[in-house]
């Protein structure tokens, strides 16, 4: 008897599962697969990379295949997430965990064009899983009807309110049937989720797991702190000297990620920048690369990147650190999952130091220095990056600090292991100075 099939699952979910390569359910799974079998409320504090789909999905899909389908086929499931490539990813996951069910699945979003959704929609689909944007939009057209729905998952919360979603949700929630099951999950609990989650949710049962369930510490963090205009050279330097592939790369901005994918493309590290004004074919076509390993790099902003699960994605780098502290425990969590180890690096310029400082802050414990010779941070850049007026230092994007909170009061964060090649940035180059304009890096 497999450990799914003692939460109560049916084995036709067991079999699917198995053939993913999950022999144990995660701790999120095996806390939420019994409580949502049994048809009540739940709240999550959780982060992809916990398992969370499956822990939701497996049991929406045991309870829609143990009755008949009601007449007129209508949608029984919606999950509603902020992203696209989220949305997508569920849906892939649905396909595969539902494959031996008569179960179907449709995922819709916007970007992309309407009318081969509303043809799918017309034939009749068991879940939905959608971005608010364009469910809204079919939902006016009648090319959908929500009414019948018994089980709303609200996905990724927090991110769905900092997007500004919050009024494109209610007018969801209102074209809800009031009786059916709610699960709402969310990493972070501002007061806005907090008093979301009281209006949406009846007695739930709540559950609060750690990123990556026992193991936050696969994730090795690293911080470079590097002159700016040396940046791109130190990121070329660690991906060839460390023959690097699948690696992921943060920008701040859609234009700087296109100009990096471009001077990394003339380094010949193919590469290719996925953000918001990119065509939703031409990202779903990069991710595509990406994740079959025929794209040595993907350049993103937060927002296209949110969501993207690479099983065994092995090196995360910000080249620049995000406003929003959060966003970097968002970032480095697309690595280090499902119990294969990652890398973490932090490329940090002098005028970053006030980031990297709130960041340290949301986590608990500094992030390990690393020095590249060739490349590291001058003392004097230090130096006069402290000395410099406060209103011309980077300033982090401050969130209230509830939002760090979670459920249990504890800080919503995860650590690094101090794991590094080599700790801390006592080893500076003598003399400080500026690093060479390396065409080759010693
Ligand atoms: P999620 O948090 O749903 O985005 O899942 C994170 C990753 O963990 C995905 O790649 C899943 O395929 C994988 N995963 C989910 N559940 C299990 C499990 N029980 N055992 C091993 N891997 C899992």
């Known amino acids: 008897m497999s450990q799914f099939s003692l939460l109560g699952l049916p084995e036709a979910l067991c079999r699917a599962v198995q053939e993913r390569g999950y022999d144990t359910p995660t701790p999120i799974q095996a806390q939420a697969i019994p409580a949502v079998l049994t048809g009540g409320d739940l709240l999550g504090a959780a982060q992809t ?32 997430t902020p992203t696209r490539e989220l949305a997508a990813q569920i849906e892939e996951s649905v396909r595969h965990y539902g494959r031996y069910t008569k179960l179907t699945s449709l995922v819709i ?11 799918k929609l017309r034939r ?3 879940i939905l899983i959608a971005t608010p944007g364009r469910l809204l939009d079919l939902a006016g057209q009648r090319a959908l009807a929500l009414d019948k729905i018994e089980t709303f998952v609200l ?19 209102s074209l809800l049937p009031k009786q059916r099951q709610n699960l709402l999950f969310s990493a972070t609990f501002p007061p806005e989720i907090t008093d979301l989650a009281n209006g949406l949710l009846n007695r739930p049962t709540r559950i609060e797991v750690a990123r990556n369930g026992a193991s936050p510490t696969l994730i090795k963090q690293h911080v470079c702190l590097v002159d700016k205009g040396l940046k791109r050279d130190l990121l070329v330097h660690l991906i060839k000297e460390g023959n690097w592939f699948q690696v992921l790369v943060f920008t701040r901005t859609k234009h700087g990620a296109n100009r990096l994918a ?32 025929e794209l040595q790099v993907l350049v993103a902003t937060d927002i296209a990147a949110r969501g ?8 995360v780098i910000n080249y620049e650190l995000p406003q929003i502290p959060e966003d970097y425990v968002h970032r480095i969590g697309r690595t280090g999952r499902a119990g294969v180890e990652g890398t973490a690096h932090a490329l940090v310029g002098a005028d970053e130091l006030g ?48 939002h760090h909170q979670r459920p249990g009061g504890q800080p919503a964060h995860n650590r690094g292991n101090g794991n590094t ?19 080759g890096p010693r």
């Not at 979003?109 to 043809?119: A, H, K, L, R, T």
């Not at 996905?155 to 929630?173: K, P, T, Y």
């Not at 990297?356 to 850049?381: C, H, M, N, Q, Y």
């Open 124 to 126: 009749g689909v068991d």
């Open 109 to 119: 979003f916007g970007g992309v064009g309407q009318n081969p959704q509303i043809e």
């Open 262 to 293: 471009e001077q990394l493309e003339k380094s010949a590290i193919p590469a290719l920048a996925i953000h918001g004004n990119k065509s939703q074919n031409a990202r779903t076509r990069a991710l595509a690369a990406f994740k079959a390993g």
């Open 155 to 173: 996905d990724e919360a927090d991110r769905m309110l900092d997007m500004g979603f919050i009024r494109d949700l209610r007018r969801v929630i």
């Open 355 to 402: 980031q990297l400082a709130a960041i340290e802050r949301l986590l608990g414990s500094k992030i390990p220095r690393i020095t590249v010779p060739g490349f590291d941070l001058s003392e004097r850049a230090i130096a006069a990056a402290n000395a410099a007026p406060a209103h011309e230092r980077r300033q982090p994007t401050a969130r209230p600090a509830s």
């Open 49 to 80: 990379g916990t398992g969370k789909t499956a822990a939701f999905m497996l049991p929406i899909l045991a309870r829609l295949a143990s009755v008949p389908r009601p007449a007129g086929n209508p949608i029984r499931a919606l999950i509603l």
């Open 308 to 315: 993207i699960d690479i099983n065994e994605l092995p090196h």
């Open 421 to 439: 090649r080599q700790a801390n940035s006592g080893n500076r180059r003598p003399g400080g100075g500026r690093g060479p304009r390396p065409s």
